[in-house]
């Protein structure tokens, strides 16, 4: 059995692609194309199906109408399908900004007629609604007219601004189109008015301006946008929010963002809270602050990080848990906090250069990203538990199934954004012109005049052909990241074996030419995990890995008459690879040795992000040892 992590020791949405003092340089979307394989599935799937689906949410839930709405000045008919403290979402302008970027992410990729079309009607609704003065939400603009800016804790202006900006940087730095980045000005500029430097001491309750504001300022080249995101940074944490319903820490601010030292509260919050305080220390070049970043990342990954990557046992304010507080079954674990956390990871990569933040991105996007989605891209969860009991599949069936769309619909379009950005992630560059490889799909990357070719399998393979299509005439480095989980990596060319280890990646440095070719071999082969005996909730269990992925035992594989809470791992079994041609897709399922209630059985077990497909059922990660 291979050691720990039970809190996955080994983290797009909007790019950071002109962050000026990282260790290394994203590449822009234009310069990564996804060729083929695991991922350009994922990526049809969000074009043909989950963003089509998605507007036709916006449409039915009345997130657009709202807009309508305020355009006319209409004081009744909000449309909302949730309620909190006793009146109508305030936040749901977020859910058509996340959409939006989204379709312009894809939009990038490639053009296609229905989307922008449904892109055109949704930001022409935006431009109608924004007031000449630039204040943009519908919620106040409807329902309380004179209360802008006064209900910072909870009305969420500046974070559905924040979406906004972030929808408006794939329009304009990959379509070249600007109307988005027009509004999302206009209503900075009033955000600035009432709560600028020396104006107020105003913060927003929910984080996400932060990052916005630095995006902003890298698409404008306007110092003023870095100034407002570095002054919410430096407010936070003074207990200006108050204690609210769940403490100061629920939204970050017991402690200034310098020196907390553990990821608290609010999954989300922290997460985009920290996002926007690495924009703000890479382009300040604070680096105490981005230390403070890093310390707290580390500590979450290593005591409040589910083996899946996600975050949050807490289900009363969506938070973190205590230092290894990561029940199963409990699991809060939202794929938004999921998706912050590959945000943030990117953002530490990017400023840092640990490679401990790639093999995170690469944990989160299969196991707690990607679970989310339905195989057909139309339904999703908003929590991500690592077991189902069997028994409430009677008691509340809707509840282990996905679901078409939500009152708080922070969820769907927030992976339409980051399924349609992903690939901007996989490779980095430096300022010598080496090129970084820290994500392996199929795919072509241009690092400036060096450009590169990957042919892979994976993640169901650990074998990765990398291809040089055109090279400089002077010596380049390819990294190659080794993912933590891999327990050998080697790399050979035409001659052999190649390249030097240099802690989590090989590196090879030459002069390249056109028509070189490296392969590099990890290894897949299935593994046992255990737990970190700290977990209280798990103790006695083991859970299945191959390469990237975790793995999960549902009823549906199970032999009639068996109970999937009976179901015991043969202490010492070793799991071995079964092709799964009854699943959707090319899928590698497991296969182990087992008993259920004193009888052998082979367990069978199917990659977590695909459970949940085959009907109503029982489901876990962490499967009890016989012995235990
Ligand atoms: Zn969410």
């Avoid at 963003?51 to 004081?75: C, D, K, V």
């Avoid at 990398?466 to 050979?492: F, G, K, M």
């Amino acid at each position: 059995m291979s050691g720990p992590p039970a809190t996955a020791t080994t983290v797009a949405a909007v790019l950071p692609t002109a962050g000026t003092r990282g260790v290394l340089s994203p590449i822009g979307g234009r310069d990564v194309r996804v060729t083929g394989g695991f991922w350009a599935e994922r990526a049809r799937i969000n074009r043909e199906a989950t963003i089509p689906a998605g507007f036709a949410q916006l449409q039915a839930a009345g997130t657009l109408e709202n807009f309508r709405l305020a355009a006319r000045s209409a004081r009744d008919g909000y449309r909302a399908l949730g309620i909190m403290f006793d009146k109508p979402f305030p936040f749901l302008d977020s859910d058509v900004y996340k959409w939006l970027e989204g379709a312009g992410w894809e939009l990038a990729r490639a053009d296609d007629p229905a989307i922008r079309a449904m892109a055109d009607e949704a930001i022409g609704l935006v431009e109608a609604a924004q007031r000449p003065d630039g204040y943009l939400n519908t919620f106040v603009q409807v329902l309380t007219p004179g209360n802008e800016y006064r209900d910072l804790q909870w009305g969420h202006e500046l974070y559905c601004i924040g979406h906004l900006v972030q929808a408006a940087i794939p329009w304009h730095r990959a379509l070249g189109d600007d109307r988005l980045l027009l509004v999302a000005e206009r209503a900075c500029a009033s955000i600035e008015r009432e709560l600028g430097p020396g104006v107020s001491e105003g913060i927003d309750g929910h984080p996400e301006i932060e990052m916005a504001l630095v995006e902003l300022y890298r698409a404008t080249g306007e110092r003023r946008w870095l100034e407002l995101a570095t002054t919410f940074i430096d407010r936070r944490g003074r207990g200006w929010l108050g204690k609210g319903r769940f403490g100061r820490g629920y939204w970050q601010d017991h402690l200034p963002v310098r020196e907390a030292s553990a990821a608290v509260g609010h999954a989300v919050r922290q997460l985009y809270l920290d996002g926007g305080a690495v924009d703000v220390a890479v382009e300040t070049g604070d680096d105490a602050l981005l230390d403070a970043v890093h310390r707290r990342w580390r500590d979450m990954v290593e005591t409040k990080t589910y083996l899946t990557g996600a975050l949050g046992s807490r289900h009363k304010d969506e938070a973190f848990g205590d230092p290894f507080e990561l029940p199963p079954d409990r699991a809060y674990a939202e794929t938004c906090a999921a998706i912050a956390s590959v945000m943030l990871a990117w953002r530490l990569l990017l400023a840092t250069g640990d490679p401990a933040c790639a093999d995170l991105i690469e944990r989160t996007t299969y196991n707690a990203v990607l679970p989310s989605l339905s195989t057909d891209g139309t339904s999703f969860f908003y929590v991500n538990p690592l077991q189902r009991r069997t028994h409430r599949t009677w008691l509340e069936p809707g509840e282990g199934q996905r679901a078409p769309w939500y009152a708080c619909a922070c969820c769907p379009p927030n992976l339409m954004r980051s399924i349609g950005s992903w690939h901007q992630m996989l490779a980095t560059t430096t300022t010598g012109g080496g090129v970084q490889v820290w994500q392996y799909p199929s795919a072509e990357i241009a690092a400036g005049d060096l450009r590169l070719a990957i042919d892979t399998d994976y993640p169901w393979s650990g074998t990765v052909r990398v291809e040089v299509l055109d090279a400089p005439a002077d010596e380049r480095t390819i990294l190659l990241r080794v993912p933590a989980w891999s327990a050998s990596a080697s790399l050979r060319d035409a001659g052999g074996e190649t390249g030097r280890r240099d802690g989590a990646s090989i590196v090879e440095t030459r002069r390249w030419q056109a028509g070189d070719r490296l392969e590099l071999s990890l290894d897949v082969s299935p593994r046992v995990t255990l737990p970190d005996p700290r977990v209280d909730a798990v103790r006695g269990c083991v859970a299945l890995e191959r390469g990237p992925l975790v793995y999960a035992i549902e009823t549906a594989d199970l032999p009639g008459g068996v109970d999937l809470e009976d179901v015991r791992i043969v202490d010492g079994a070793a799991p071995r690879d079964e092709q799964r041609p009854d699943l959707p897709g090319r899928t590698t399922g497991l296969a182990i040795d087992g008993t259920a209630a004193g009888q052998q059985v082979e367990v069978q077990a199917i990659p977590y992000f695909a459970w949940a497909n085959r009907g109503p059922g029982g489901m876990r990660v962490w499967i009890p040892r016989a012995d235990s």
